[in-house]
């Protein structure tokens, strides 16, 4: 019987895996998330984990609402304002739209 293939450090890992292992802090910057349709997320060092976790989240919630998935926020559960990674604000702030 054939053995499944060993993932090497390269390999990207599914995105729910992806974000389990950042969240749980067992992932360093060889870390490559497949977003899907060919994108893989990636960081260049271990100070880009927090807003590759954050673009995983952010995919997935696209995916969900995609899929017409109930989306239950828990942002009210937070009791300061969230911490948004530079990049995402940087991204976020393009998207708006001027006055």
Known sequence: MPRPPVLSAT????LD?????LES?????SIRIDFGA????EV?????????????????????IA?????ESAAHLRSSKPVV???????LDALRQPD
Not at 11 to 14: A, E, G, W, Y
Not at 85 to 91: F, Q, R, T
Request: zero cysteines; hydrophobic letters at 35%; a negative charge.
């Open 11 to 14: 390999d990207p890992v599914p």
């Open 67 to 71: 899929r017409g998935e109930d989306i």
């Open 17 to 21: 895996e992806g974000i389990a292992r």
């Open 85 to 91: 990674h530079p990049l995402v604000k940087e991204i």
């Open 44 to 64: 260049t060092d271990d100070s880009g984990l927090d807003g590759l976790l954050q673009r995983a989240r952010g995919v997935r919630l696209i995916q969900m």
């Open 25 to 29: 802090g067992k992932a360093d910057a």
């Open 38 to 41: 060919g994108i893989v997320g």
